[in-house]
T-cell receptor
Framework: DTGVSQNPRHKITKRGQNVTFRCDPI?????LYWYRQTLGQGPEFLTY????????KSRLLSDRFSAERPKGSFSTLEIQRTEQGDSAMYLC???????????FGQGTRLTVV | AQSVSQHNHHVILSEAASLELGCNYS??????LFWYVQYPGQHLQLLLK??????LVKGIKGFEAEFIKSKFSFNLRKPSVQWSDTAEYFC????????????FGKGTTLSVSS
């Protein structure tokens, strides 16, 4: 499968724990996006990378959230000191440029208990 | 920064009815526009996209959308819906310049009864 791959698919964690998600984009894509989606809502933009550079971050991305894309390939999204409000589907997408469609992964569903 | 507004939160139609979902964006410059669909339990998929040229674009599964620059709109249409079109539909926009993100609307849930 050469699509966008996200791991894990599901994560249950206790409040206060740290979690890390991984996204492997389509190999030739230089843009990588992270979104958060809650039930009945559209994907909310969190951050995006062009190659290894993090070009934009949403105000939703509090200081507990950090994202990296160290070599311009895969990316990780870490949430520190998780809160129940962090429970959501975290989506990753990649594209080859701003003038091309973004391809989405299946997402990582986070449940904070 | 750009933003997207979808006016219809939930639309309920019978099979064979015509569909139009509204989408308005706010951005003063040139934009790229997209409609994505999310079927139950599946990931987001592209329905159609507009970059430039003919403002009426055709996508998969009989969907089309019209870009009206003066109204900042990109409404999605389908002449005759099917039960299998039941899904969530998201409009998205990115500014046509380097370094801008892809921003989504809150989505419209379409329920089609057979």
């Amino acid at each position: 499968d050469t699509g966008v791959s996200q791991n894990p698919r599901h994560k249950i964690t206790k409040r206060g724990q740290n979690v890390t998600f991984r996204c492997d984009p389509i190999s030739e894509h230089n843009r990588l996006y992270w979104y958060r989606q809650t039930l009945g809502q559209g994907p909310e933009f969190l951050t995006y990378f062009q190659n290894e550079a993090q070009l934009e971050k949403s105000r939703l991305l509090s200081d507990r959230f950090s994202a990296e894309r160290p070599k311009g390939s895969f990316s990780t999204l870490e949430i520190q000191r998780t809160e129940q409000g962090d429970s959501a589907m975290y989506l990753c997408a990649s594209s080859s440029s701003g003038r091309s469609e973004a391809f989405f992964g299946q997402g990582t569903r986070l449940t904070v208990v | 920064a750009q933003s997207v507004s979808q006016h219809n939160h939930h639309v309920i139609l019978s099979e064979a009815a015509s569909l139009e979902l509204g989408c308005n964006y706010s951005y003063g410059g040139t934009v790229n526009l997209f409609w994505y669909v999310q079927y139950p339990g599946q990931h987001l998929q592209l329905l159609l996209k507009y970059f430039s040229g003919d403002p009426l674009v055709k996508g998969i599964k009989g969907f089309e959308a019209e870009f009206i620059k003066s109204k900042f709109s990109f409404n999605l249409r389908k002449p005759s819906v099917q039960w299998s079109d039941t899904a969530e539909y998201f409009c998205a926009v990115t500014a046509n310049q380097a370094g801008t993100a892809l921003i989504f609307g809150k989505g419209t849930t379409l329920s089609v009864s057979s």
